[in-house]
């Protein structure tokens, strides 16, 4: 025990990879050390609050892989680590790309996976309300139903007349809860297709936010591509210029002196042409100069 509490100790002044490391001790320690209701007194003694405690539990938990997240934040991993599973998975793919999130991004997310569960639980209690409703409306109705049924049976028996006449006797507000009774469907009907609305425009939302990602994901790759064809170009031209030195180091003076002169005059334009090239090229490595909006080469 005094050998954890010592490591706790030392990871505690340090970042990133020690999280972890204190998560995966303070768990040991609680599950295999300590008697029940003794963790919150260790804590005590080595200076840790016990909700900070949890945070690194929970981290060491839901982040066995440390090589993706141990260069961020307690605080970060805490808020990662309280995401839904699916949101998490997301959350690493931008991690892995480089993107790292922020403690207000990752709340702000939370927001919203809250506020949009709250609509849905919202909708789905007035559905139910409704359905509710409507069931005792039904059953309303049957008791209307079984009393007109027992009023004709309690109307006495004609001692003249040939033919017997049934009517119905309707309660007085028989012609107000059917009304109601319809209305209350046509009103569950509206709100499920509202509910069926809202799922498919929260799903093409999720499919555009998805879309833009692998749109930047292909633009990164392009940018990628273009820099190593790039510097194959630059290697396929040192190596050319390489093979080129040597022949150009065989002339002599003899040989300049022994040529004709239209081989000089063809040798030293194609000298003056190589040396040109040359200039311009160097220029570039020093950038394009801006001159009052306008981009120029030095030369």
Not at 183 to 192: A, G, I, P, V, Y
Not at 201 to 222: G, I, M, P, V
Request: hydrophobic letters at 30%.
């Amino acid at each position: 025990m005094d050998k954890i509490t010592t490591e706790i100790k030392t990871y505690q002044s340090i970042g990133g990879q020690a999280i972890f490391e204190i998560g995966r001790r303070l768990k040991w320690v609680k599950e295999h050390d300590l008697a029940h209701g003794q963790f919150g007194s260790w804590l005590e003694s080595i200076k840790m609050q016990p909700r900070q405690a949890q945070r690194f539990m929970r981290i060491a938990t839901e982040f066995p892989n440390t090589t993706t997240w141990s260069h961020l934040g307690t605080r970060v991993l805490y808020e990662i680590a309280t995401l839904p599973e699916s949101e998490q998975r997301e959350v690493q793919e931008k991690i892995e790309r480089g993107n790292d999130p922020t403690v207000k991004e990752i709340t702000d997310l939370k927001h919203r996976l809250k506020q949009r569960d709250q609509e849905l639980a919202d909708k789905d209690a007035q559905i139910a309300d409704q359905q509710a409703e409507l069931e005792d409306n039904r059953r309303t109705q049957l008791e209307l139903n079984r009393r007109n049924a027992e009023l004709s049976k309690q109307q006495p028996e004609p001692k003249v007349i040939t033919k017997t006449v049934t009517k119905e006797v309707k309660p007085d507000d028989y012609d107000q809860l059917k009304e109601r009774l319809a209305q209350l469907e046509e009103q569950s009907k509206k709100d499920k297709e509202d509910v069926a609305y809202y799922q498919r425009e929260l799903q093409a939302s999720e499919n555009r936010r998805k879309q833009s990602e692998s749109d930047d994901h292909l633009k990164e790759l392009e940018l990628k591509r273009k820099k190593r064809d790039a510097q194959i170009d630059a290697y396929s031209v040192s190596l050319k210029i390489t093979d080129f030195l040597p022949e150009l180091q065989k002339i002599t003076q003899d040989d300049i002196q022994s040529m004709g002169e239209e081989a000089q005059h063809n040798l030293r334009t194609r000298i003056d042409m190589v040396r040109q090239t040359i200039d311009n090229i160097d220029a570039m490595f020093d950038g394009p100069r801006v001159i009052e909006g306008e981009i120029t080469n030095e030369n």
